[in-house]
């Protein structure tokens, strides 16, 4: 689990992994109740029942607005062109969404012009009064608004500095918001989902969804890499178990960023950010026999 100095990394980040929930129409959540062999209608209603039982995703529940505590903040210098949101790094913050967060980061490597185009800013300068995210959600494409106050303290922000508070707000944290906004912050919908459901979210393409045994093998994901599609791996949620156990994150979803050819490893990029406890970059053999007791969980888009 990720830390920082003030301590805005703990707590909540063992959510990363789907828990069962979310918006009917996400790909991914059908097939890995499958897998894990429950009863589907069964469980993913009850997290949904559960919602009013948990406390709602908001402003307040994520250390208040960035803007009341940094007055001199402009939100319009939040970079949102191809340019600038391919320089930013993530740093993910206190809420459980690495599901989503990774699939921004995916999506940032093979097509970060699909992020500017999907993300507008509204007033003059563009910005100034918020901005409209695009999504795909329930099969289609929705226009979600975002407030310069519905940036928070503790949400997601981009690496700045040596330390997780030196972070600033980004372009990831608009999208961290729209995601928190079109799902009313319900908790089932926000906290944790699969890599399919993020990816699908982020690019409104199909994903292909492998688990446990039935992942892809290094020449497959070095396939899907030089092809340029987003590519995301869940860790076991109990406890990875496997050769690189000592250095992943549990319920935790991670970029797939590349691969070595010399060692027949692929390349874990975290969400958690430069600044965290956690390792920034992990690598891992999908050869290796305990692989399935580390990464339960691959999505691969379009």
Same mark, same amino acid.
């Given at each position: 689990?990720?830390?920082?100095?003030?301590?805005?990394?703990?707590?909540?980040?063992?959510?990363?992994?789907?828990?069962?929930?979310?918006?009917?129409?996400?790909?991914?959540e059908r097939e890995h109740m499958?897998?894990?062999?429950?009863?589907? @209608?069964?469980? &993913?209603?009850? !997290?949904?029942? $559960?919602? #009013?039982?948990?406390?709602?995703? /908001? =402003?307040?529940?994520? *250390?208040?607005?960035?803007?009341?505590?940094?007055?001199?903040?402009?939100?319009?210098?939040?970079?949102?062109?191809?340019?600038?949101?391919?320089?930013?790094?993530?740093?993910?913050?206190?809420?459980g969404d690495c599901w989503y967060?990774?699939?921004?980061?995916?999506?940032?490597?093979?097509?970060?012009?699909?992020?500017?185009?999907?993300?507008?800013?509204?007033?003059?300068?563009?910005?100034?009064?918020?901005?409209?995210?695009?999504?795909?959600?329930?099969?289609?494409?929705?226009?979600?608004?975002?407030?310069?106050?519905?940036?928070?303290?503790?949400?997601?922000?981009?690496?700045?500095?040596?330390?997780?508070?030196?972070?600033?707000?980004?372009?990831?944290?608009?999208? @961290?918001?729209? &995601?928190?906004? !079109?799902?009313? $912050?319900? #908790?089932?919908?926000?906290?944790? /989902? =699969?890599?399919?459901? *993020?990816?699908?979210?982020?690019?409104?393409?199909?994903?292909?969804?492998?688990?446990?045994?039935?992942?892809?093998?290094?020449?497959?994901?070095?396939?899907?890499?030089?092809?340029?599609?987003?590519?995301?791996?869940?860790?076991?949620?109990?406890?990875?178990?496997?050769?690189?156990?000592?250095?992943?994150?549990?319920?935790?979803?991670?970029?797939?960023?590349?691969?070595?050819?010399?060692?027949?490893?692929?390349?874990?990029?975290?969400?958690?950010?430069?600044?965290?406890?956690?390792?920034?970059?992990?690598?891992?053999?999908?050869?290796?026999?305990?692989?399935?007791?580390?990464?339960?969980?691959?999505?691969?888009?379009?």
């Open positions: 689990m990720g830390s920082s100095a003030d301590g805005a990394m703990s707590g909540t980040l063992l959510e990363c992994a789907w828990t069962g929930g979310g918006p009917v129409g996400r790909r991914g499958e897998f894990l062999g429950a009863d589907t @209608e069964q469980v &993913m209603g009850h !997290a949904r029942a $559960g919602d #009013p039982f948990r406390d709602t995703v /908001d =402003t307040e529940s994520l *250390g208040g607005s960035y803007a009341d505590q940094h007055p001199d903040w402009d939100p319009e210098d939040i970079g949102i062109t191809e340019e600038d949101i391919s320089a930013a790094e993530m740093q993910q913050g206190t809420l967060l990774a699939a921004i980061m995916a999506t940032q490597q093979t097509d970060p012009g699909l992020l500017a185009e999907n993300i507008t800013g509204l007033g003059s300068p563009p910005g100034a009064d918020g901005w409209e995210v695009e999504l795909f959600i329930d099969g289609e494409w929705q226009s979600v608004p975002v407030s310069p106050d519905e940036i928070t303290v503790n949400g997601a922000r981009q690496v700045d500095g040596s330390d997780w508070a030196d972070g600033e707000p980004g372009f990831m944290s608009i999208y @961290e918001r729209a &995601m928190i906004n !079109a799902h009313d $912050g319900r #908790p089932s919908a926000v906290s944790a /989902d =699969t890599p399919a459901a *993020g990816i699908e979210m982020i690019t409104g393409g199909s994903t292909e969804t492998s688990t446990l045994g039935g992942q892809p093998s290094f020449e497959e994901y070095r396939e899907a890499i030089d092809a340029g599609r987003p590519i995301t791996v869940m860790t076991d949620p109990i406890a990875p178990m496997g050769s690189s156990a000592d250095d992943l994150v549990a319920a935790h979803v991670y970029q797939v960023s590349g691969y070595d050819e010399s060692t027949g490893e692929i390349i874990l990029a975290n969400p958690h950010g430069a600044n965290a406890g956690s390792p920034p970059e992990v690598r891992v053999d999908p050869s290796d026999p305990t692989f399935a007791n580390d990464i339960v969980m691959t999505g691969i888009g379009e």
